[in-house]
């Protein structure tokens, strides 16, 4: 089993910065890709980001493009998420996923472990 923390989550204002992190715990060998999604209130579950085991691949949503990066650290077993010019309609519950193979997918049901969540709030 595989068990995943996210952190990082605050309130801050529109046009700030913040980093998300997740560390991932248990049987971290055999994790491969790691993505962030987020859930804002009444809404549907929307892919942020995705990067591959190496760290050499990723993608992302297309509201976060140019906007967001994320990264890996392996020997910390850990992803990152930084936002950068964050706005109003980032606010949403992040979660962090994990999946046992490379698919670099923007479905959930690629993945199989994920995190509770953390709460980002952005002010206008």
């Known amino acids: 089993q595989v068990q995943l923390e996210e952190s990082g989550g605050r309130l801050v204002q529109a046009g700030d910065s913040l980093r998300l992190s997740c560390a991932a715990s248990g049987r971290t060998s055999s994790l491969h890709d790691m993505g962030w999604f987020r859930r804002a209130p009444g809404k549907e579950l929307e892919f942020v980001a995705v990067?591959?085991?190496?760290?050499?691949?990723?993608d992302y949503g297309d509201s976060v493009k140019g906007r967001f990066i994320i990264s890996r650290d392996n020997a910390k077993n850990t992803v990152y998420l930084q936002m950068n010019t964050v706005k109003p309609e980032d606010t949403a519950l992040y979660y962090c996923a994990a999946a046992d193979y490379y698919s670099l997918s923007s479905q959930p049901n690629a993945y199989r472990y994920w995190g509770q969540g953390t709460q980002v709030t952005v002010s206008s």
């Open positions: 990067i591959s085991w190496s760290g050499s691949n990723w």
